[in-house]
T-cell receptor
Framework: GNSVTQMEGPVTLSEEAFLTINCTYT??????LFWYVQYPGEGLQLLLK?????DKGSNKGFEATYRKETTSFHLEKGSVQVSDSAVYFC???????????FGKGTRLSVIA | NAGVTQTPKFQVLKTGQSMTLQCAQD?????MSWYRQDPGMGLRLIHY???????DQGEVPNGYNVSRSTTEDFPLRLLSAAPSQTSVYFC?????????????????FGPGTRLTVL
């Protein structure tokens, strides 16, 4: 079946540090891949997405590249800020009547 | 646009009570879904709907009912609440391109309902 595995947290970084959150997936065919972010006390919101191999999604300084050869979609940011503290979810969807499949989430804390 | 709205924000129930969590969206999205979020478990899909009159079960449907009589609304009913249903519940909706291939893409989430069952 379809599944998403992302690195366990929590991740604690100092401000301006480099961030990588690993995400790998298992799916048949060519899924779309997503990163969602959940700020404290809020619902999830889309951070970025990529719909085909080698696509790069980017938003708010975050980037992730769809790597079909390694079935990965790692999230990166060159310089994190305190305001980036949140829980980050990797997810996939496949064509057809199938819902999103989420990873378990990675909590990021950025300290000044 | 209000987006996806959920009511109530907080609710406390006693074991055995029933209630309905409300979800509405004003984006004319065909696809709607309910998730529960528990610590260390991520989001787990309860039920989803690909259009009015059509619903299907997700990963953890037991103890929950849904119906979809309109495009805008997708209520979630707890028939007899149990402590194991203590969780944060999120409703989400998404555009379903009219190509005949309905796809759960770019979901928009509500703010959540925090439910405690005593």
């Amino acid at each position: 079946g379809n599944s998403v595995t992302q690195m366990e947290g929590p991740v604690t970084l100092s401000e301006e540090a480099f961030l990588t959150i690993n995400c790998t997936y298992t799916a048949t065919g060519y899924p779309s891949l997503f990163w969602y972010v959940q700020y404290p006390g809020e619902g999830l919101q889309l951070l970025l997405k990529a719909t085909k191999a080698d696509d790069k999604g980017s938003n708010k300084g975050f980037e992730a590249t769809y790597r079909k050869e390694t079935t990965s979609f790692h999230l990166e940011k060159g310089s994190v800020q305190v305001s980036d503290s949140a829980v980050y979810f990797c997810a996939l969807s496949r064509r057809g009547n199938t819902p999103l499949v989420f990873g378990k989430g990675t909590r990021l804390s950025v300290i000044a | 646009n209000a987006g996806v709205t959920q009511t109530p924000k907080f609710q406390v129930l006693k074991t055995g009570q029933s209630m309905t969590l409300q979800c509405a969206q004003d984006m004319n999205h065909e696809y709607m879904s309910w998730y529960r979020q528990d610590p260390g478990m991520g989001l787990r899909l309860i039920h989803y709907s690909v259009g009015a009159g059509i619903t299907d079960q997700g990963e953890v449907p037991n103890g929950y009912n849904v119906s979809r009589s309109t495009t805008e609304d997708f209520p979630l009913r707890l028939l007899s609440a149990a402590p194991s249903q203590t969780s944060v519940y999120f409703c989400a909706s998404s555009y379903a391109p009219g190509t005949g291939l309905i796809r759960a893409d770019t979901q928009y989430f509500g703010p959540g309902t925090r439910l405690t069952v005593l």
